[in-house]
């Protein structure tokens, strides 16, 4: 049987596994669709379970961040619970945010919504520990939301055809195995086939870490191991990368 999370299950929890994970000290579920760092992304029927699991636990809240809502491929529609089970809205937090879809990480301004007292109390912590977004922030944030759509339409045609290569060049490569994701900008590819094996200039692979640092310090790629996420022996690779160092990361053979 394939393990909750894993490749085979296409990088989805399944409702058996969240009834069989929950207990009287559980709070909340997060959910991140389309995902960081595998990029699946859940459908209208493979996310009604979930929910469902989540309306027969009452203490459960459920965190949905929908950062990547725009990134979706091969014509997929963006789907986001509040939307899908308004019976849940009293105690579901929506987050999001301009970084992802509008590259606009260092503008630093994030968003949420969700029941009135949640929000009123989530103001009280951040007013204590972190500053309020400059007015500036805000005033770009507006205009990205409720401007032309048309250059976030056009870095999705961009990244997904990005996606397509990069996936079938890890697939290439000996010991390498890569599924299609289907949003947000990362591929979440196995190194399985390369751990116990030598590079080389000697290097033992001995495990995704490794694999990684073998990148980092021989090939001049950064990729981030996937038992950073709790899920070895995959790595997280950006395809939203310059154009210079995009043909040395393609060009890079397996050890």
């Known amino acids: 049987m394939p393990k909750p999370y894993s ?9 058996a596994d969240l009834e069989a994970a929950i207990t009287p000290r559980s709070r909340w579920l997060l959910l991140n669709s389309p995902s960081n760092p595998s990029g699946a992304a859940y459908s209208d029927v493979e996310l009604r379970p979930l929910l469902e699991v989540v309306k027969r636990h009452p203490h459960i809240w459920l965190m949905v961040d929908d950062i990547y809502e725009h990134l979706l491929y ?10 899908l089970e308004p019976s849940l809205r009293s105690r579901t937090l929506t987050i999001n945010g301009v970084s992802k879809a509008y590259a606009m990480t260092g503008w630093r301004l ?10 009123a109390a989530m103001a009280v912590v951040q007013s204590q520990s972190t500053s309020n ?6 005033a770009a944030a507006v205009a990205a939301l409720t401007g032309p759509q048309d250059v976030v339409i056009g870095r999705c045609q961009a990244f997904q055809k990005r996606r397509d290569l990069v996936v079938s060049r890890l697939n290439a490569m000996n010991g390498i195995t890569c599924r299609i994701p289907e949003g947000a900008f990362y ?3 196995s190194c399985e086939g390369l751990i116990g094996k030598k590079a080389p200039d000697g290097l033992r692979i001995d495990s995704d870490s490794a694999f990684c640092r073998y990148l980092l310090e021989r090939c001049d790629v950064a990729v981030v191991p996937g038992s950073c996420f709790g899920l070895g022996p995959f790595f997280r690779a950006s395809i939203r990368v310059r154009r210079s160092n995009f043909g040395r990361w393609m060009n890079i ?3």
């Not at 091969?74 to 939307?83: C, H, I, L, P």
């Open 187 to 189: 591929t979440f590819a």
């Open 110 to 119: 994030g968003f949420g919504g969700g029941p009135a007292e949640l929000i």
């Open 7 to 15: 490749q085979d299950l296409r990088f989805r929890i399944r409702a």
């Open 74 to 83: 091969d014509g997929r529609k963006f789907v986001t619970a509040a939307q």
């Open 253 to 255: 053979a397996s050890v």
């Open 133 to 138: 977004p400059s007015s500036v922030s805000q």
